[in-house]
Nanobody
């Protein structure tokens, strides 16, 4: 079992920045992929960025050049640095951890981009 705790969401103006954090605990050695997803009202949950155990990173096209995912293995924590935020980035952001058998989710953190 893996537990994920997110932090760092909030309200920011267009063009601003936020950094999300996701700390994992429990059976962290079983995790192969860490990632961030988001879900806006009335829309499906979508991948934002992910990083594998060997450091392969994937970004959604809509965040390339603006968001950066990173991981601190010593702290079992993944970060999402979000720059140049747009109103369309407003959503609940969910941390994800995937093992060979299970998919784990955090509770979600609200990010609102508005002037």
């Amino acid at each position: 079992q893996v537990q994920l705790v997110e932090s760092g969401g909030g309200l920011v103006q267009p063009g601003g920045s936020l950094r999300l954090s996701c700390a994992a605990s429990g059976n962290v050695l079983s995790i192969n992929v860490r990632g961030w997803y988001r879900q806006a009202p009335g829309k499906q949950r979508e991948l934002v960025a992910s990083v594998t155990g060997i450091g392969r990173i994937t970004y959604a096209d809509f965040v390339k050049g603006r968001f950066t995912i990173s991981r601190d293995n010593a702290k079992s924590t993944v970060y999402l640095q979000m720059n140049s935020l747009k109103p369309d980035d407003t959503a609940v952001y969910y941390c994800n951890a995937a093992s060979a058998r299970y998919n784990y989710w955090g509770q979600g953190t609200q990010v609102t981009v508005s002037s």
